[in-house]
């Protein structure tokens, strides 16, 4: 069987970026609407640096334990394909926008993802992240690939600590659907690095034609 591991660049702010991503190969972008991380860009410039997308590239807005009239400001701005959900969000919560979600689950130690899985069946996936006390994404930490079940029921989305370097091996260990890169890609924290996103998505691209070939 023929397969393609997704990506997604997170954390682009600003339209250069987005396009060499999009010409690269990537998937998928993400947009932060989390007001203390180094990566937050307000909806009225995400939509300039989306509106530069080409056609088929979706669009990821990340939201942290946001209320429900701030998610729905941000979607009036702009329209999102999908949403991500890096909080404490419950299901009943993720699902009342009328968009597609994805749900994050922190990797810390004693994790059920089966239950996870069962609660929020009606995600698109779960994207599994590094868990570091107080900060809810972008730590550019790895976790354990091998406390993943093999016979997990959903899409999965492999997050936490992934560079170029490091891809290859992530994606022949897991088999993701997706692999979601933000500290990976940049110059210092914040800043993407056009080379590095580059690099990344042909990383990925290489390891697919081994595996999949």
């Not at 890609?185 to 996103?197: A, F, H, Q, T």
Request: proline share 8%; net charge neutral; with cysteine.
């Amino acid at each position: 069987m023929t397969q393609r591991t997704r990506v997604k660049i997170c954390g682009i702010r600003e339209p250069a970026h987005a396009r060499i991503a999009a010409e690269a190969g990537a998937d998928a972008i993400g947009f932060v609407f989390y007001g203390p991380s180094p990566r937050y860009v307000e909806a009225r410039h995400a939509k300039t640096v989306a509106d530069v997308l080409p056609p088929y590239i979706a669009k990821v807005g990340l939201f942290v334990n946001e209320p429900a009239a701030s998610i729905a400001a941000v979607l009036k701005e702009i329209d999102l394909d999908l949403l991500q959900f890096q909080g404490d969000e419950p299901p009943e919560f993720c699902a009342r926008f009328g968009k597609p979600f994805v749900r994050a689950v922190r990797m810390e130690p004693g994790v059920d993802l089966l239950e996870y899985a069962d609660r929020f069946s009606a995600a698109r996936a779960l994207l599994l992240d590094a868990h570091v006390p107080g900060l809810p994404g972008g730590t550019g930490r790895t976790f354990d690939w091998a406390a993943i079940p093999s016979d997990f029921p959903l899409p999965l989305i492999l997050s936490g600590g992934l560079d170029a370097a490091n891809v290859g091996e992530a994606v022949r260990a897991v088999r993701p659907w997706a692999v979601d890169v933000s500290s990976g890609v940049e110059s210092s924290r914040g800043v993407k690095d056009p080379g590095k996103i580059v690099e990344f998505i042909r990383s990925v691209r290489r390891e697919d034609a081994g595996l999949y070939a």
